[in-house]
């Protein structure tokens, strides 16, 4: 499940990668260059062979491109968290396992007799006394509200990363806007290139 997340998070970092580098690119008005050489503007090649974007301004692409790229930006995006949250959850669970199994063992070690070869109770019997029954139920009930207390953490600190990662997206994204609607003012006859 980590790699899952750890391949989501890279798509994250392509995207942001071609969007600060096309950015730079529009601002310094050199060639911009295509991820697969797939325009962000043109619906196919064959529009873009025909330079059906090259009337647009860079501020107009660089918006094209930010709306094509926010689908994408944040479903990779919840799905990094969602394979996060599996992962901490199962990371939980299994330490719960392994807790129950140590005090199983525990228990069958305290009342097994030393001089004999066989366990104390088999698998098929699970007759503990009462008060190991207690104990174990008790184990059990920690377990589910840490479990439950888990899941509600993750899921809360998930949503709030959510809002603040796209917030400041946005924000970026925001800037960005700006400060090319100023140099499509300063220079209007600007036509798009690309490598």
């Known amino acids: 499940m980590l790699k899952m997340m750890f391949l989501h998070q890279a798509k994250l970092e ?5 969007i600060d580098l096309n950015y730079k690119l529009l601002c310094d008005g050199h060639p911009l260059q295509l991820p697969k050489g797939i ?13 059906r974007c090259k009337h ?8 094209t491109m930010l709306t094509k790229t926010e689908e994408d930006y944040q479903w990779h995006f919840t799905e990094a968290q969602r394979f996060l949250t599996k992962t901490q959850i199962e990371m939980l669970s299994l330490k719960q396992r392994r807790y129950l199994d140590d005090y199983f ?8 007799d030393p001089t004999s ?5 088999t698998a098929e019997e699970k007759e503990y006394p009462a008060s190991t029954c207690a104990e174990i139920r008790s184990i059990e009930r920690r377990n589910n509200e840490k479990m439950r207390d888990l899941q509600e953490d993750v899921e809360r600190k ?5 809002i603040f990662q796209m917030e400041k997206r946005r924000n970026r ?8 609607t100023i140099k499509d003012r300063v220079s209007p006859d600007f036509e798009l290139e690309f490598a």
């Open 39 to 51: 325009c962000y503007h043109c619906p196919n090649p064959e529009d873009h062979r025909n330079e």
């Open 173 to 180: 994204h925001e800037e960005m806007i700006d400060y090319l």
């Open 158 to 162: 998930s949503r709030e990363n959510y």
């Open 14 to 18: 392509n995207i942001e990668k071609w």
């Open 117 to 121: 070869n066989e366990p104390a109770f």
């Open 56 to 63: 647009l301004t860079r501020l107009e692409y660089l918006q």
């Open 105 to 112: 063992k525990k228990i069958e070690g305290e009342n097994s």
